[in-house]
């Protein structure tokens, strides 16, 4: 069963080719719907997507999950940008956010988190946790565009 | 019917369902979306929109039928229709969705029961309103025509 979702065709196999100013976006959400509409939005910002459909998914993508070891091949390296909803049953964005700001490897990684709900003292926890920016869904492509300009930012 | 004649009806459709509430403007955040890298964005979205609302639909109907309601659960599942139907622009089933949430939070089950009738109204309107929008366009496009771009 697919968990993850690439935008390009290459082999997830041994290493993939990317061009190298093409941020690398590791997007999470447990909604079908959401996911597909922040793939094309970012896809539209010319990011290299990769979807993952709740927490734990995406901590395995990245190489971060509990049964994982370091030494394990992961992707956490090549992500350039992690964007979550922050709703999402069994883990939320708020402890992905945490888990993420708790690796040495991906601590420095921006981690966007997106929710529904306009809820200061949701927001201020996920900033004071160190997330990036905090953005109410529905997501726009001007949302979008001001994300990636960031994401270019942040890698220098 | 010739092109002309269908495009116009395309847009006096369009135009009364934005009229009439039935869509907001993330519906046309939607459809700017909608490129040459990806023709069939809009209807993709909306018709996993469909799946997932139906799939919610059943889920709720479910729920209120236990014995004992599982009123968080029944919450979830409107919470999750909520975030669809605003990310499509389904702006009548995204308003059913939060008195829902409160009789939810009454734990009323009559009441949650009366919300999800009218949000299944709604949904089946809406779908159907959709559907009809995208023969539409079908047909323009069959007869040669380009589908016209609607503010």
Do not use: W
């Not at chain 2, 023709?39 to 139906?54: C, G, K, M, T």
Request: with cysteine; aromatic share 6%; charged share 25%.
């Amino acid at each position: 069963m697919e968990m993850f979702a690439n935008s390009s065709s290459i082999s997830k196999g041994m290493g993939e080719v990317v061009a190298s100013d093409e941020p690398h976006v590791l997007a999470v959400d447990d909604n079908l719907v959401d996911r597909k509409l922040v793939e094309i939005l970012l896809k539209k910002s010319s990011c290299k997507v990769t979807t993952a459909e709740d927490g734990l998914r995406a901590l395995e993508y990245l190489g971060l999950a509990a049964h994982q070891d370091s030494s394990a091949n992961s992707n956490g390296s090549k992500v350039n940008m992690i964007i979550t909803d922050y709703c999402m049953p069994g883990m939320t964005g708020y402890e992905l956010l945490k888990k993420i700001k708790e690796s040495s490897m991906m601590k420095d990684v921006p981690v966007v988190i997106m929710s529904s709900e306009n809820i200061p003292t949701r927001i201020n926890q996920c900033m004071e946790e160190g997330a990036q920016i905090f953005m109410l869904k529905p997501l726009k492509h001007s949302d979008v565009e001001r994300l990636r300009c960031q994401i270019m930012q942040c890698r220098g | 019917m010739e092109v002309g004649q269908l495009q116009r009806s395309f847009v006096e459709y369009m135009a009364s369902l934005f009229r009439e509430g039935f869509l907001d403007a993330q519906f046309s955040q939607l459809q700017q979306l909608q490129d040459d890298s990806n023709p069939d964005f809009v209807v993709e979205v909306v018709s996993l929109f469909f799946e997932d609302s139906e799939r919610l639909l059943n889920d709720l109907t479910m729920a209120l039928d236990q014995p004992n309601v599982d009123f968080k659960q029944v919450d979830a599942h409107v919470h999750q229709l909520k975030g669809s139907s605003s990310s499509v622009g389904a702006q009548r089933v995204k308003n059913c969705c939060v008195p829902f949430r409160n009789c939810c939070e009454e734990q009323n089950t009559e009441t949650c029961l009366r919300c999800l009738q009218q949000i299944k109204q709604e949904y089946l309107l809406v779908k159907n309103k959709l559907q009809t929008l995208f023969e539409l366009e079908q047909q323009i496009v069959a007869a040669g025509g380009a589908i016209p771009m609607v503010q």
